[in-house]
């Protein structure tokens, strides 16, 4: 293993627009986290406020020590209805890159994080083909605004998450249990995904590529067939459609046993998340080596980060974490930087607010920004390029 990350190495947090930036009521979402029949604990309302207040969550990460910084773009408020443009909302993601420029971050930014504005949904969604093109015509939009401030651009963030959950298991929109439109879903996205890639190349010279949520799944005694079975509607499609990319971005929490039978769940009296995961943070170094050795392609590791009350579990998360990202490293495979999933506390989804991810804290009746011992450990880190014993 390597002792240390290369000078060239990125180093930054995460977040989504829908999660922290408080009113997206034109998308899927918001429609859904409002709805009675959903499973969604409580809506996102005005979240973090990040939208009025990115300036100082960029100085403050600044601060910390970080170079990069992944945000989303709300494609609701850029194309509020079918081929009318926001020109305001345009100039506010660009002057948010111009911030990150001005702290010393390299603005990394994602054209779709799970949030579809409500006129695509009602067309049909990810499950109606001609979405494809939709995104196609949004995602040449915005990288020809964003392109010359932007480090990178991530097309669709997990869209394998999106298929399964709005299409098969019913939790997140449209709230479908549909085995064949939650294929038909990914053939949209991986389409889409293609698409976005031809026109981000047409319209600026921003590297780009897709994030993926990667499970490590560890095959029990004979469950190698279903160890492929589960992979094969989920990753597989998306780590096809990648060819050609400039980068894959892998997102990973935790691993799965699984047996003959199916998936086993965390051992017994195994510790666990806030999110129900297992706290396995090595996780991370399997999935990079599975998806560069899939792909070829140069890995992003653009979300990876834990939900814990005990905020001296999330430094020994991390430092976990990021031993095996030096293991990668050490044995070869490009690993070009690491996004700790979350910047901030945020609404996790049909979760709510209660998961905290967030290297810093935010106060809820205040948006008051607190700090965590570990945004202050992984800038020390993110500096150094060394995981401190």
Not at 188 to 193: G, Q, S
Not at 240 to 245: C, I, K, L, S, T
Not at 270 to 291: H, K, Q, S
């Amino acid at each position: 293993m390597v002792a240390r990350f290369p000078d060239e190495f990125l180093w930054g947090t995460a977040t989504a627009a829908h999660q922290v930036e408080g009113g997206n009521w034109n998308n899927d979402w918001w429609a859904w986290e409002h709805d009675p029949a959903s499973p969604c604990v409580e809506p996102s309302g005005d979240a973090c406020d990040h939208y009025h207040r990115h300036p100082d969550d960029i100085a403050l990460l600044a601060r910390l020590g970080f170079g990069a910084y992944r945000f989303s773009v709300e494609w609701s408020r850029i194309e509020p209805e079918e081929g009318e443009f926001s020109t305001a909302a345009l100039d506010h993601y660009v002057r948010m890159a111009e911030v990150c420029r001005e702290a010393g971050l390299a603005p990394i930014v994602t054209l779709h994080h799970f949030t579809t504005p409500r006129w695509v949904a009602a067309a049909g969604g990810w499950a109606e083909p001609a979405t494809a093109a939709r995104f196609e015509r949004f995602a040449g939009v915005a990288a020809g605004r964003l392109g010359p401030l932007v480090e990178r651009f991530c097309t669709i963030n997990e869209p394998n998450v999106v298929a399964t959950m709005g299409y098969l298991t019913g939790i997140f929109p449209p709230g479908e249990r549909d085995p064949a439109l939650r294929h038909r879903a990914s053939l949209v996205l991986a389409d889409a995904h293609r698409r976005a890639m031809v026109t981000i190349r047409e319209v600026c010279d921003a590297p780009a590529g897709l994030t993926l949520a990667m499970t490590d799944y560890q095959a029990e005694p004979g469950a190698d067939e279903t160890v492929a079975m589960l992979r094969d509607p989920d990753e597989e499609p998306f780590l096809e459609a990648v060819e050609g990319d400039d980068f894959i971005g892998v997102q990973t929490y935790t691993r799965s046993r699984v047996s003959p039978s199916g998936p086993l769940g965390p051992p017994e009296g195994a510790e666990t998340t806030l999110m129900g995961y297992e706290f396995f943070p090595e996780a991370i170094g399997n999935t990079v080596r599975r998806a560069h050795e899939v792909t070829g392609l140069p890995v992003l590791v653009t979300e990876n980060g834990v939900a814990v009350a005990d905020d001296t579990r999330r430094i020994a998360f991390v430092r976990r974490a990021l031993e095996a990202v030096l293991g990668c490293l050490g044995d070869g495979i490009p690993v070009e930087g690491y996004l700790y999933w979350s910047a901030l506390d945020n609404f996790e989804w049909t979760f709510g607010f209660g998961p905290t991810f967030g290297l810093i804290a935010v106060d809820r009746v205040t948006q008051r920004r607190a700090p965590r011992p570990s945004a202050a450990w992984l800038g020390s880190v993110a500096r150094t390029g060394v995981v401190p014993d």
